[in-house]
């Protein structure tokens, strides 16, 4: 393990923005070396690590305009570098939201104690958002309103060297609640025939906690392992997970080995869960396109979307959107359901369907001009894939569902649990031909 | 920094909301510093807090504000938290500038160490530290090891880090640190362990860091929990050194690391990994078992990930390492994992072609070859050459599967011209494994659609190494006899190859290898050695063919390809988990060591102290400088280097040009004006991205010509840039992106050096693919 040298904040063009060196060994004009290297290729192309001829090496990330670049001349951790600035970023955010060039330019102040309290020597320090903030006391500036949470004074040192590091004591709600929300996205690439290509769900389990004192939560849910490990016969649907992954807080060796999830919250908002399923999923929509070239100078589209799920499961604000030739113009559109808008910087046409019922199929028809020039990438569109994006409520593909929330703390308040779920598109992609 | 004088031409900034960042610099710092020195009595806290903030807001920009150093170190006299971190990080920048003023703020920061606050003890502890120059030390040491025992582990955890940072400065005032360090990880608070950790790797480096005991094993293993992310990968860091006496206590701690496999932090997962790797390397059974159940947490990471490009291209470094390493079959199920998604960036996807080429085998490879297809009609050329030589690779590590392989690259025929290139290169490979392919890579052999001048000569030698089992061999290689265009290397692998038919299929090739030996041999300008090649076959077939035959025939059999060599069990596991492994190379081979890097900086240091002195003198006498340099012409290094050596004129190279020259506004507006338009060109832009003013600055900056004045107005860049070798050079160069123009006009004094600079411009443009 070895410290990062020194964090460069920059503008996208690689102009230096704030700097900060952690370790006497580099040379003052490091970030021009960066910025060289940066524009000898695009965004795309560029890794994420480079090394350059003296053997300095340049780690870094992207975040709206900014550049967030580390340098460091030792075989380092990178994954652990990459960590902490997404981190850093994550802090920032708490701070002023919108983490970008301006934004950076009106607190810099605050940026650069926080630079300083995050890491010394090169190594991280506390990166807790709400312990940091007791040592920084500089106002900072948010580019939009945002309401501020109340501020208790309360002992920082005990909070730096507290074994719970992720939440303080004393804290105090008038109504106990605590939310779950259960997200599924589903990634899936379905083929010219409709076959599915590949299909993973990956799902979390987003909380928000408004719990006062030092409450014990417990979680159940419909884990097959855990039915098992009970001697229990599994319900009629249990989830098998292949991987699951937990916040901090959570007791992993009662998991591991009662498969029961419990852990001491942190105040507010937290990525609870993260879990991978990678089982066959049948298509939630299929869409075909039939593509007709009524001339050299005509094209027309029919295409035709059914949603494949329980008819009692209604998606909202659905968008399907077909790729185009590059060169399309007087789009001409008939359609029942939702509408259709022409988007040419995207190279596609987007139908929206505000409410897609399950069991349903819907009708589109398009007509676009070519002009008699043919673009050199006319054909292109044809490699694109269909996207889609979608969302539906109270439904989780997977069959995920949470069977309790117990909540106990020492002072016995009464708390209620709520638990939303939710699917979303993932990566949901079709293949023209 | 930027030359003062951009901005009074054509004001380019963006206007901003806060007043830090806005309006002309010059002179300023005079006036701040009277701003300072006015407010040192205010009694407002918050009116001395904006002009403190101003000050730091000029260093951000990179304006050297040390002269106010004196002011500040007054002003370091305050209660105020706020002021005195500003202060603080003021001083600890310009310290080593102004080694005899910074003992002025010592005290204050000594006052402050014994502070009643251990926030501020802490703070100013930290700072003092971060004073690098070799006088602060002996105020420096009181202060550490006061600290080191201080009530507060804040305070405690910050004077580690300060003995670090003294070890650095002078070695020798830490005589005994060790023993006080590991006595420190017994501390009560995780922060001052982890720190007294990091303190004795650095201290101890030469010996290899920390020593493990398996008492202090034991102890860190039992308090993890407590420590943050950070720390936790620290401590797995640490324990991946650490050797178990025997199984079981090896056994114990893996039980005991697992459940931190499901840990959401990517860093602690992968810094188990490397510790269960470190354990069992040399118990080739367990390894196994251990990747097999490290398995699915990565490929998670990997598709987890998400928006994170980043961390999962770490990941999927990883994932590649250990499949290459003979662990390939591991991830043969989860193969659909490293399918790439359209949104993915071009290393994303190239690094899971790499993966998937590696993990290819008989139960994937039919879903697989179906989805490579698909990347192999990419619209991103990179993404399909980089498909096509993973199906190639895969054709080679799997013999038995090679014929579906290569019969799906051949129905790549009818597409692009690239596509058919990068097969034929492929085929190459394939075919000097395994020459039995041939009948089904005819179609692509003998298509005509091979354009790339590699390619070609792969074709060439594959028709001449196939000769006989390709019907049309003499026909194609009869194309290619007499071309005027072609390369030298291409000449010789066509003389290699015509012979080699020639033996097989002597009446077909005998009139267009006679042909060839005329072209060669009768060409004045051909290249030498071609020519004696040429002739001493020609010769040697006169005399005795079938003695060349028999030479021709030697039949070396390859049982050994460098592909296959990829695969290998040896594992460089130590570096698990690090750069070495981004970028696939031992540690030895790209860090170098601590006192490199330090000499590289104190040679910058004298060099930046050299330059200083230099530039006060250059002002003065721009031009005559100038001079100094004429003799220094050069040809450069470029792919160029043909046709600058038939033009027989003198170039100019970067070192031509006067480094740093300076003039002001005004002078280069007379020479412009009072100059004729010497030359100029207009050509077509090729790269939009890189198309701004910064960029080309920069540009031009690296070839030595400095920007004066530059404006944007309605899509239409202009900027102003003047150099000067033998005389001064001017330019005026606008990118127009509503046309996608690129136009230069040079001037100088004498008309023909304003023709070669402007040549000049024109190939390092070319060369950075501004223009084509």
């Known amino acids: 393990m070895f410290g990062i040298s020194s964090i460069y904040i920059l503008d996208q063009k690689g102009r230096v923005l704030i700097s900060r060196q952690y370790r006497n060994e580099l040379p003052a004009n490091i970030h021009e070396t960066f910025n060289k290297k940066l524009l000898e290729f695009d965004e795309y192309t560029q890794k994420p690590v480079m090394i350059d001829k003296d053997g300095y090496t340049y780690i870094f990330i992207r975040h709206n305009n900014l550049i967030f670049m580390t340098v460091c001349s030792q075989n380092a951790n990178c994954l652990m570098i990459f960590s902490f600035l997404f981190r850093l970023v994550q802090v920032l955010q708490e701070y002023f939201v919108n983490v970008e060039e301006e934004s950076i330019r009106d607190n810099f102040v605050v940026v650069y104690e926080l630079l300083d309290e995050m890491l010394d020597n090169g190594y991280p320090q506390t990166t807790e958002f709400k312990i940091l903030k007791e040592f920084i006391k500089t106002e900072s500036f948010q580019l939009k309103d945002k309401k501020q949470p109340e501020q208790t004074n309360f002992n920082v040192v005990a909070l730096v060297s507290n074994k719970i590091s992720w939440r303080r004591e004393g804290i105090k709600y008038k109504k106990n609640e605590v939310f779950l929300d259960v997200i599924e996205k589903l990634n899936i690439l379905i083929g010219q025939q409709g076959n599915v290509i590949k299909s993973e769900i990956i799902g979390q389990v987003q909380v928000k906690c408004m719990l006062s004192g030092m409450p014990e939560l417990k979680l159940g849910l419909n884990d097959k392992a855990f039915f098992e490990a009970q001697g229990r016969q599994a319900k009629s649907r249990a989830v098998e997970f292949d991987d699951i992954k937990f916040h901090q807080c959570v007791r992993l060796s009662k998991f591991e080995n009662e498969r029961v999830i419990q852990f001491i919250p942190p105040d507010g908002d937290f990525e609870l869960i993260s879990y991978r399923l990678d089982i066959r999923v049948k298509p939630l929509f299929s869409v075909d396109v039939l593509i007709e070239r009524k001339s050299t100078t005509k094209i027309e589209f029919l295409v035709k979307a059914k949603s494949n799920f329980k008819p009692k499961s209604t998606a909202n604000n659905v968008e399907i959107f077909v790729p185009v030739p590059d060169d399309a113009e007087q789009p001409q559109f008939r359609t029942a359901h939702g509408s259709v808008n022409y988007m040419p910087e995207k190279e596609a046409m987007c139908w929206s369907i505000k409410q897609f019922g399950g069991q349903r199929d819907f009708m589109m028809n398009a007509v676009f001009h070519l002009p008699t020039i043919v673009s050199p990438n006319r054909d292109k569109f044809q490699k694109m894939p269909i996207n889609i994006t979608f969302e539906i409520p109270y439904f989780t593909v997977s069959g995920f569902q949470v069977r309790y929330l117990k909540i106990q703390d020492k002072s016995g308040y009464n708390a209620l649990p709520w638990v939303r779920y939710i699917t979303q598109n993932g990566e949901y992609q079709i293949r023209m031909n | ?772």
């Not at chain 2, 089992?469 to 290397?489: N, R």
């Not at chain 2, 910058?604 to 003799?631: A, R, V």
């Open chain 2, 1 to 772: 920094m930027r030359p003062h004088y951009a901005s009074s031409i054509a004001n380019i900034q963006p206007p901003k909301q806060q007043q830090y960042f806005e309006g002309n610099r010059k002179g300023e710092v005079n006036e701040l510093k009277i701003l300072v020195k006015n407010n040192l009595s205010e009694k407002d806290d918050k009116k001395k807090r904006e002009v403190i903030k101003k000050v730091i807001a000029y260093m951000t920009l990179g304006i050297d504000v040390s002269k106010i150093f004196p002011e500040m170190c007054m002003a370091s006299y305050t209660n105020d938290m706020v002021q005195k971190k500003m202060i603080y990080l003021y001083l600890t920048t310009y310290a080593e500038q102004n080694k005899d003023l910074a003992f002025m703020a010592i005290s204050t920061f000594q006052k402050d160490c014994k502070h009643s606050d251990p926030k501020i003890r802490g703070f100013a502890l930290r700072n003092l530290c971060s004073l690098r120059f070799s006088g602060a030390i002996e105020y420096l040491m009181p202060a550490i090891k006061e600290s080191l025992s201080d009530i507060d582990p804040y305070v405690r955890k910050t004077a580690i880090m300060g003995c670090v940072k003294v070890y650095y400065m002078q070695p020798d005032y830490l005589s005994n640190i060790e023993e006080q360090l590991y006595k420190m990880i017994s501390d009560n608070d995780p922060l001052v362990i982890i720190n007294a950790i990091h303190a004795l790797n650095e201290v101890l480096a030469q010996e290899g860091g920390m020593a493990l005991s398996k008492k202090l094993v034991d102890y860190l293993l039992g308090r993890l929990k407590e420590f943050n992310e950070w720390g936790q990968a620290t401590i797995l860091d640490e324990l991946s050194k650490y050797q178990p006496k025997d199984d079981t206590e090896m056994f114990n701690i893996m039980n005991l690391l697992e459940e931190r496999l499901k840990h959401s932090c990517s860093a602690i997962v992968l810094a188990v990994i490397k510790v269960f790797m470190n354990f069992t390397k040399n118990k080739p059974q367990i390894y196994q078992q251990v990747i097999t159940r490290v398995k699915s947490p990565l490929v998670t990471l990997a598709s987890i990930s998400e928006g994170n490009f980043e961390i999962m291209y770490t990941i999927l470094c990883h994932i590649k390492f250990i499949a290459s390493k003979g662990y390939n079959q591991v991830f043969a199920q989860d193969y659909k994992c490293f399918y790439s998604r359209v949104d993915e960036p071009t290393y994303i996807k190239l690094i899971k072609l790499e993966i998937l080429s590696l993990i290819a085998c008989d139960i994937n490879l039919g879903d697989m070859l179906n989805e490579l297809g698909e990347y192999v009609t990419d619209v991103d050329q990179e993404i399909s050459k980089k498909s096509i030589q993973a199906l190639g690779a895969i054709a080679i590590r799997l013999p038995d599967l090679a014929n579906a392989i290569v019969k799906q690259l051949s129905s790549f025929i009818t597409l692009q011209d690239y596509i058919t290139n990068e097969i034929i290169i492929v085929f190459k490979d394939i075919l000097r494994k395994d020459p039995k392919h041939i009948k089904d890579c005819l179609d692509i052999i003998q298509s005509d659609s091979v354009t790339d001048q590699n390619s070609k000569i792969t074709l060439i030698y594959i028709l001449g190494q196939f000769g006989s089992q390709i019907p049309l061999a003499p026909y194609i290689l009869q194309t290619f006899v007499g071309s005027a265009e072609e390369s030298v290397e291409l000449k010789h692998a066509l003389l290699t190859s015509c012979i080699k038919v020639f033996f097989t299929r002597a009446p077909e090739m005998q009139e267009i290898l006679g042909k060839l030996f005329y072209c060669i041999i009768n060409n004045e300008n051909e290249d030498i050695d071609l020519k004696d090649r040429a002739a001493f076959y020609y010769r040697a077939l006169q005399n005795n063919p079938n003695e060349l035959k028999k030479l021709w025939q030697y039949g070396i059999k390859i049982d050994k390809f460098l592909e296959e060599q990829n695969i290998n069990q040896e594992a460089l596991l130590f570096e698990f988990n690090s750069l070495s492994v981004i970028y696939e190379k031992n540690v030895n081979k790209f860090i170098k060591s601590f006192e490199y890097f330090n000499n590289l900086r104190n040679k910058e240091l004298q060099d930046q102290i050299q330059e200083s002195q230099q530039t006060t003198t250059e002002k003065q006498e721009p031009i005559q400088d100038g001079f100094d340099n004429e003799q220094t012409i050069t040809i450069p290094n470029t792919p160029n280097l043909l046709e600058i050596s038939n033009q027989s004129q003198p170039s100019l190279t970067i070192d031509s040009f006067v480094l740093d020259y300076r003039i002001d506004v005004e002078y280069f507006e007379n020479m412009w004006t009072s100059l004729n338009n010497g030359a100029s060109f207009t050509r077509q832009l090729a790269r939009i991205d890189i198309a701004n003013e910064n960029s080309m600055e920069q540009l031009f900056n690296r070839y030595r010509l400095y920007n004066i004045a530059a404006g944007e107005e309605d899509n239409v860049l202009q900027m102003y840039f003047y150099g000067a070798h033998k005389c001064q050079v001017f330019f005026e160069f606008e990118i127009n992106k509503n046309l996608n123009t690129v136009l230069l006009n040079t001037r100088s004094e004498l008309e023909d050096q304003a023709y070669l600079a402007q040549k000049y411009v024109q190939d390092f443009l070319k060369q950075s693919n501004l223009i084509s």
